[in-house]
């Protein structure tokens, strides 16, 4: 499986690929981040995350794309700038036809460091653990999508299986009655 992990952002949006399956060790294809002057227009900033988004996926031809689920922060600013960008990724994604996946900030810190409150250098200290680098990647968006992309890879199966079952107990269960 080969997965684009996304940590959006509008200033530093994360972008980092992981190949590998679950219980085996993974290998990072490639990590960087897409960067938009902050003085630029809002506009040609999603512009220039989406050139840069669609250049991963050109490049790295992912099978999914698993992108930071938005969660409401104090600074109002800075959520919508990151909920767009998640957006944009979503949207390349979609457009493409690649499956895409919201896993949350803790969901994420659970899975690679074993504690969904985590601080940020346990996470790139993880990261570089389990991808086996010799430092960790820099700045930490592109660690932190690293493990986004680490935690589909681990999650997805078990999740798969649960989507299966729920779809089989749907269609087996006995249709209700109307008046």
Known sequence: MRVLGVDPGLTRCGVGVVEGVAGRP?????????????DADLSHRLLAVEQGIEEW??????????????????????VMGTAQASAVAM??????GIPVALHTPSEVKAAVTGSGRAEK?????????LLRLSAPP???DAADALALAICHI??????NRLQQ???RHTAHAPKGRTA
Do not use: I, Y
């Not at 993974?26 to 902050?38: D, E, F, N, Q, S």
């Not at 050109?58 to 600013?77: G, K, L, M």
């Not at 250098?121 to 653990?129: E, F, I, K, L, Y």
């Open 121 to 129: 250098a346990q996470v790139g200290a993880m990261v570089t653990r």
């Open 91 to 96: 949207l390349c994604a979609a457009r493409r």
């Open 154 to 159: 681990w999650r997805a199966p078990a999740q």
């Open 26 to 38: 993974l290998t990072m294809l490639g990590v960087g981040v897409v960067r938009t002057p902050a």
């Open 138 to 140: 820099m700045p930490a």
């Open 57 to 78: 996926l050109d490049e790295h031809r992912p099978e999914f794309v698993a992108v930071e689920r938005v969660f409401s922060q104090h600074n109002v600013r800075t």
């Open 165 to 167: 079952a729920v779809a």
